[in-house]
């Protein structure tokens, strides 16, 4: 167990939807990190938040968002959900600003089905 | 943008085999980290390397940073079932970038 949980664990809707998904991360950290993560694509990193601030951009749709709450938790809303959105998204965690030498610690994932 | 290519992509092996597993770039990378996936869990973190030419050992495992720290490698010594899973090596880019570049991964499976 990683410290990291995310909510929920499984999720089907349907295309042109709107999800949530939820992370809350290890006690303490102050740096979340979204991924998603599918077959062809592997692992990517979506975007990284620190003490509520965004803090990085990597490969993440305009239609999708984030936010971190002042107390730490973490949602990504995905919107106009298409077929190919289908996959597991997992949420990390890590003390501070990632360096040399951080650890990320993943949470169990949620993985989402578009159909 | 930075790629990890990582090879190969599926490997099945007895119980009791060794193995390798690469990790390549064109890339250079201030550190590279490996992991370890099971399925429906998130990866976690087995070792980061940070100096070129860097060797790290946890039990039977052997991981090795290139010279250049372009490329990695990971070695498993007499496999065991418990072994099985899908590794993944992610780069952190030089320059400060907080950006990890994961490769796709290799899906070990021992069998026993």
């Known amino acids: 167990d990683s410290g990291v949980t995310q909510t929920p664990k499984h999720l089907i809707t349907a295309t042109g939807q709107r999800v949530t998904l939820r992370c809350s991360p290890r006690s303490g950290d102050l740096s979340v990190y979204w991924y998603q993560q599918s077959l062809d694509q592997g692992l990517q990193f979506l975007i990284q938040?620190?003490?509520?601030?965004?803090?990085a951009k990597g490969n993440i749709l305009e239609r999708f968002s984030a936010q971190q709450f002042p107390d730490l938790h973490s949602e990504l809303n995905l919107s106009s959900l298409e077929l190919g959105d289908s996959a597991l998204y997992f949420c990390?965690?890590?003390?501070?600003?990632?360096?040399?030498?951080?650890?990320?610690?993943f949470g169990p994932g949620t993985r989402l089905l578009v159909l | 943008t930075q790629l990890l290519e990582q090879s190969p992509q599926f490997l099945s092996i007895q119980e009791g085999e060794n193995l390798t597993v690469y990790c390549n770039s064109s890339?250079?990378?201030?550190?590279l980290q490996w992991y370890r996936q099971e399925p429906g869990e998130g990866p976690v973190l087995l070792v980061t390397?940070?100096?070129?030419?860097e060797v790290k050992k946890l039990k039977r495992l052997t991981f090795q940073f290139g010279d250049a720290r372009k490329d990695s490698s990971l070695h498993i010594t007499a496999a065991q079932p418990g072994d099985t899973g899908l590794y993944l090596c992610?780069?952190?880019?030089?320059?400060?970038?907080?950006?990890?570049?994961f490769g796709k991964g290799t899906k070990l499976t021992v069998n026993p």
């Open positions: 390397v940070v100096t070129g030419g």
């Open positions: 992610a780069g952190e880019s030089q320059g400060g970038s907080e950006k990890l570049v």
């Open positions: 990390a965690s890590s003390v501070g600003i990632r360096g040399k030498g951080e650890t990320q610690y």
């Open positions: 890339s250079v990378f201030s550190s």
């Open positions: 938040y620190y003490n509520g601030e965004e803090r």
